[in-house]
C-alpha cells in the first residue's frame, strides 16, 4: 500500500489578528496614517491636484484621528506594549 504521510500538528495562520504579518501590517498601517496623514496627504491633495486647502487639512485631520484610533485598538489588544 502507499505510504501514508502524517501532517504536522503546527498549524500556520495568515489570518486573524493573531498573525505577525497582520501584525506588522497594522502597526505599520497606523504609523502612515499618523505621520502621513496630517503632513503629506494635505500637500498632495492640495499642491498637487489643487483641491481647497481646507479640504485637505480635514482630510489630514481624519487620516490622523483613524491612526490614533487603529494605535489605541492595537494597544488594547495588546499587540503593541
Known sequence: MGATMS???KEIQ??????????IALTIAAVLLIFVGPT???YLMNGVLGIDYFVSIGVGVVFFILGLVLLF?????????
Open 7 to 9: 501532517e504536522s500538528s
Open 40 to 42: 503629506y496627504i494635505p
Open 73 to 81: 485598538y492595537l494597544i488594547y489588544k495588546k499587540v503593541i506594549t
Open 14 to 23: 495568515v489570518s486573524g489578528i493573531e498573525s505577525k504579518f497582520v501584525k
